[in-house]
C-alpha cells in the first residue's frame, strides 16, 4: 500500500497525544471511538489556546452547542499503546453557521488516519441552527488563511 | 429541514437501543462518539445472532481482526436520555476482505443518523488482510440479498 | 484462593451482560471503569423495570440528580470478551436522602465483583441533598425486604 | 458540610487535568466512571515520568498486568467542563506483588475526591500474581518514603 506522508502547515494547530492502555482494544490497537473523543478534545484546545475562546464558557454560558452533522474518516495505520502521536487541526470552510474541518493523526511523516467533520453552531435553547458570531466567524478565517499552504 | 423517513426492509437486523445518562453530554444529547461503540456493539451481535458466529471466537480464538478502514456518519436528528432508538444493520458490499456496512438508527419512521462502515479482516498474526472464509462471505452475501428492497 | 460463592435471592434483580470486545482491554480483560458504565445502567434499568420510575423523567422533568458520594468495589475475578456474566442490584440501607447499593458480578454461582456505592439524591437546581420522595422511598425499601434472605 | 483541606507533599507526583465536555453529563458534572480512567492515565503517567519506567513496555514487551483488586473513592465536590483539576498521587503500601496507591483530587486546596486503589502485579501468561522486580519496588518505596510527610 502506498503510504500518505503528511507535513503539517507551519501555523498549524498540532497536538500530542499519547495512546493510553484505556485507549486500546484486545488486538492491542486504538478502539476507533476514541479516536473521535480525542478529536473533540482537540477542537477544545483549538478554540481556547489558538482562537481564544473558552469552550465551556461558550456552551454552559452562553447556551451554544456544536453538534456534528457529519463526519468521515479513513483509518490508514494503526497506532499502538505508547505510541506519541500527532494530531493537527485544519479548517476546511467556514460556512454560515457550519465548520468545516480536517484532523489530521501523523507521526514520522506518515498520514495515520484523516477525518473530516462538519460542525454546526446552534442555540441550545432554540434546538436552531445560529449564525457564528462575527468575531468567532474572523478567527476562524484568520486561522484557515494562515494554515492554507500555496 | 426536509426529514428522511425509513423504514427497514422486512428481514434486516434491527435492534433496540435505550439511549442511557451515560450516552448523554451536558446538552442532553447524545455524545457522538458513544454511537460508534454502540454500532460495534450492533455488529457484535448481528455476527452471533443473525449469522451464527462467535465474535469472541472470531478475535480470541482464530486471531482475526476487522479493523474499520472507513467511516461516515450524517448526523440528521438527535437523541435524548430515555429515546428507545432502533438500529438497523445492512450490507452495502461484500468485498475479498473487506465488508462495506450501513447503520441506520432510526424512531418512528425517521432516520436519525445513517453510518457508513468498511471493515477488512485482517490476521493479528501478521497484519494483513485475508480473505473473507467462504463460509462467513456466503452467509453475509445471503444476508445482503434477503434484504434488499426490489 | 477461596473462591467466594454467590446465589442471588430468588427476587432479586439480576440482568446478564455481554462482555464486548470494547469493553476489553490489551490483556484481554474488561477494562475496570466500563464496570463502573455497566452498573450505572443496571441502576437505570432497576429504577425502571424493578420500580417502575422513569430514569430519564426524574433527571430531566423533576432535576433530580443521583450523584455517587461513596463507592467501593472488590475485584476477584476478570471477565473476558463474550462471558456472558450476571449482575443483581442489592439494597444496603435506605437513609434520608442517600441509597446504598450493593452490586454482585456473577457466573455460575462465583463471584467475580462486587460493589458497594451510596448515592444521594440531590436537586439539579439547589445543588442540595433532598429527601427521597415517600412513595419512591416505600418501593425501593419494599425491594429491600424482599430481597433479604432469612 | 466540612470541607477537607489538602496541601500535597512537596514531592508529590502532581498533574492538571482539564475536565472536558466530554468527561460531563447531562446533569453538567463529571460523570463518575471518567475519574477512574483518568486516575488509570495518571498512574501510567507515573510509571513513566516518576519511576522512570515504560508503562507501554511493561505491559506489551515484558507482559506483566496491573489489574486493580480493590479501589474504594469518596466523592465530596463534583467538577464541571473547564474546571482544571488538580490529582496527585500517593503510595499507601508496598507489598510483596501489590501496591496500594491514593489519588487526591483537588482544586484551591480543597479535597474534591479521594480514591484508593489496590493494584496487583502479575503474568498476562500464567494470570498469576508475581513478585515486584526490585528495581520497581525500590523506585516506588523511595517515592513513597519522599511523599510521605512527617
Not at 4 to 32: E, K, L, M, Q
Not at 120 to 142: C, F, G, H, N, Q
Given at each position: 500500500?502506498?503510504?500518505?506522508?503528511?507535513?503539517p502547515p507551519?501555523?498549524?494547530f498540532?497536538?500530542?497525544?499519547?495512546?493510553?492502555?484505556?485507549?486500546?482494544?484486545?488486538?492491542?490497537?486504538v478502539?476507533?471511538p476514541?479516536?473521535f473523543?480525542?478529536?473533540?478534545g482537540?477542537?477544545?484546545d483549538?478554540?481556547?489556546?489558538?482562537?481564544?475562546?473558552?469552550?465551556?464558557?461558550?456552551?454552559?454560558?452562553?447556551?451554544?452547542?456544536f453538534?456534528?452533522?457529519?463526519?468521515?474518516?479513513?483509518?490508514?495505520?494503526?497506532?499502538?499503546?505508547?505510541?506519541?502521536?500527532?494530531?493537527?487541526?485544519?479548517?476546511?470552510?467556514?460556512?454560515?453557521?457550519?465548520?468545516?474541518i480536517?484532523i489530521?493523526?501523523?507521526?514520522?511523516?506518515?498520514?495515520?488516519?484523516?477525518?473530516?467533520?462538519?460542525?454546526a453552531?446552534?442555540?441550545l435553547?432554540?434546538?436552531?441552527?445560529?449564525?457564528?458570531?462575527?468575531a468567532?466567524?474572523?478567527?476562524?478565517?484568520?486561522?484557515?488563511l494562515?494554515?492554507?499552504?500555496g
Amino acid at each position: 500500500m502506498l503510504q500518505d506522508r503528511f507535513v503539517p502547515p507551519g501555523n498549524a494547530f498540532t497536538r500530542r497525544v499519547t495512546v493510553r492502555f484505556s485507549h486500546c482494544d484486545p488486538a492491542g490497537i486504538v478502539y476507533f471511538p476514541h479516536y473521535f473523543d480525542i478529536f473533540n478534545g482537540l477542537i477544545e484546545d483549538w478554540y481556547e489556546q489558538e482562537l481564544g475562546y473558552n469552550y465551556a464558557d461558550l456552551i454552559m454560558g452562553s447556551h451554544y452547542g456544536f453538534p456534528f452533522v457529519h463526519i468521515e474518516c479513513d483509518f490508514k495505520i494503526p497506532s499502538r499503546m505508547g505510541d506519541i502521536i500527532n494530531l493537527t487541526l485544519l479548517v476546511d470552510r467556514v460556512g454560515r453557521s457550519s465548520l468545516g474541518i480536517a484532523i489530521v493523526c501523523h507521526l514520522d511523516g506518515l498520514e495515520r488516519l484523516r477525518a473530516r467533520m462538519v460542525t454546526a453552531m446552534m442555540s441550545l435553547e432554540t434546538r436552531k441552527p445560529v449564525p457564528l458570531p462575527p468575531a468567532l466567524r474572523e478567527k476562524i478565517e484568520a486561522y484557515r488563511l494562515r494554515t492554507t499552504s500555496g
